[in-house]
């Protein structure tokens, strides 16, 4: 692991013992490298012990408050409850306005498929006939010599 000398600042390459710019021994800075970590994990440690204290100190201000907001959201829901019904009425209504609508529709749909059918089937029919004349035709003529 490659640092920096703690005295002069200068690279510090791993496995020299001494700082070839201003001679301060490597053990020194092995020695401030760890203080350095031990330092940190000391700093860290205390301060997830202090968030832990924090949250168990604000958790029942916490709770306090949601159980004071608790009986506003009740009303809320309270004054809010007529529109909804209104609003379930009114989709009620116009889903039986256009009940009849659409089976009118559906109806008038039927009665063109059916029309058009019968217009259509006749002339399906002479189609098919006169194509079999033709592929009679054309058998007999393919079987005369």
């Known amino acids: 692991m490659e640092m920096n000398c703690a005295k002069c600042g200068s690279e510090f390459p791993s496995g020299q013992r001494y700082c070839s710019v201003c001679g301060a021994p490597r053990g020194e800075m092995d020695r401030l490298v760890s203080q350095a970590r031990t330092a940190a994990g000391k700093a860290i440690g205390a301060s997830v012990a202090a968030l832990d204290r924090a949250s168990n100190e604000v958790q029942p201000a916490i709770e306090r408050i949601a159980n004071a907001l608790r009986p506003a959201a009740d009303e809320i829901g309270k004054a809010l409850q007529p529109f909804a019904d209104?609003?379930?009425?009114?989709?009620?209504?116009?889903?039986?306005?256009?009940?009849?609508?659409?089976?009118?529709?559906?109806?008038?749909?039927?009665?063109?498929?059916?029309?058009?059918?019968?217009?259509?089937?006749?002339?399906?029919?002479?189609?098919?006939?006169?194509?079999?004349?033709a592929i009679q035709r054309i058998r007999e003529k393919v079987r005369r010599p």
Do not use: F, M
């Open 86 to 133: 209104t609003t379930a009425r009114a989709a009620n209504e116009i889903a039986n306005a256009i009940q009849p609508v659409a089976e009118e529709t559906v109806e008038a749909a039927r009665l063109v498929r059916d029309k058009t059918v019968a217009v259509v089937r006749p002339a399906v029919t002479k189609a098919v006939e006169r194509t079999g004349h």
